[in-house]
Nanobody, 121 residues
Framework: QVQLEESGGGLVQPGGSLRLSCAAS????????MGWYRQAPGKQRELVAL???????NYLDSLKGRFTISRDAAKNTVFLKMDSLNPEDTAAYLC???????????????WGQGTQVTVSS
């Protein structure tokens, strides 16, 4: 099976930075995209950023350049560098990947368990 493992969350003060990592492992034929969603209590889950196998990226408009997504394709790993964090960024951050498993010929969404990011003084 395919598994996503996230790391890098934690408590940070306003203005600080964090880097999240998500590694996909298992029986993978190909990966179409990997990205990050976040969900805060009482709010709708929203896409933060994603990157496709072709290298194209998509960001939440309100981030205004504070976040940067990147990848290490050889390791099936995606990173999210978060700078100038503010309390509004507090949320559970979930890695999502659109993956075609070995033996299949269509993309299937996979989700990590989530990593908590808390921005507070």
């Amino acid at each position: 099976q395919v598994q996503l493992e996230e790391s890098g969350g934690g408590l940070v003060q306003p203005g600080g930075s964090l880097r999240l990592s998500c590694a996909a492992s298992g029986r993978i034929r190909s990966i179409y995209s990997m990205g990050w969603y976040r969900q805060a209590p009482g709010k709708q889950r929203e896409l933060v950023a994603l990157i496709t196998s072709a290298g194209s990226t998509n960001y939440l408009d309100s981030l205004k350049g504070r976040f940067t997504i990147s990848r290490d394709a050889a390791k099936n790993t995606v990173f999210l560098k978060m700078d100038s964090l503010n309390p509004e960024d507090t949320a559970a951050y979930l890695c999502e990947a659109l993956i075609t498993p070995t033996g299949a010929f269509k993309n299937i969404p996979y989700w990590g368990q989530g990593t908590q990011v808390t921005v507070s003084s």
